[in-house]
T-cell receptor, first 109, second 113 residues
């Protein structure tokens, strides 16, 4: 079967670094995605990994290990506006997205 | 501003009533999707369309129908609403099936009493 897990909630301090982990099980793999969703708003695309390694994009980086079924999203120099839910999703062999339930990130001053 | 427009933003509906959620995109994307989002669960795909004139069933299609008469519009219909269909519904689009990035509409919050 297919499964994807991420922590329900995390808390971090403004200016700090936080790592949000995501593990998945799948019979086929065509990429791992991270989306950001502010409360009451639509998800917006953050990153896409299809090969192992780290993809850096400004304050946000995403890492993938296909052999371990593992990804993380790293957020540096946290700002209050980073308070949001972060959704992990993998694309299966049929090119359908399988979504995790999301990690609610709370940033404290 | 290019993007996806959903309507209504919010709706309260009596059980048994018929409801259509509208979705229009102006990006000329080939693929369109309907998801529902419920607390504690990931986004779940209801129906999708890879191109105008074709539709397919997602993970949770029962009780819902869609049509794709043209590239821009992808309405979702609840033929006879039930309380378990209370949810936030997101329409999304992408360049094509398997394309990397989904663009989402702002969502439609539906409450079925």
């Amino acid at each position: 079967g297919q499964n994807i897990d991420q922590p329900t909630e995390m808390t971090a301090t403004e200016g700090a670094i936080v790592q949000i982990n995501c593990t998945y099980q799948t019979s086929g793999f065509n990429g791992l995605f991270w989306y950001q969703q502010h409360a009451g708003e639509a998800p917006t695309f953050l990153s896409y990994n299809v090969l192992d390694g780290l993809e850096e994009k400004g304050r946000f980086s995403s890492f993938l290990s296909r052999s371990k079924g593992y990804s993380y999203l790293l957020l540096k120099e946290l700002q209050m506006k980073d308070s949001a839910s972060y959704l992990c999703a993998h694309m299966d062999s049929n090119y359908q997205l399988i979504w995790g339930a999301g990690t609610k990130l709370i940033i404290k001053p | 501003i290019a993007g996806i427009t959903q309507a209504p933003t919010s709706q309260i509906l009596a059980a048994g009533r018929r409801m259509t959620l509208r979705c229009t995109q102006d990006m000329r994307h080939n693929a369109m999707y309907w998801y529902r989002q419920d607390l504690g669960l990931g986004l779940r795909l209801i129906h999708y369309s890879n191109t105008a004139g074709t539709t397919g069933k997602g993970e949770v299609p029962d009780g819902y129908s869609v049509s794709r008469a043209n590239t821009d519009d992808f309405p979702l219909t609840l033929a006879s609403a039930v309380p378990s269909q209370t949810s936030v519904y997101f329409c999304a689009s992408s360049d094509g099936p398997g394309a990397n990035v989904l663009t989402f509409g702002a969502g439609s919050r539906l409450t079925v009493l």
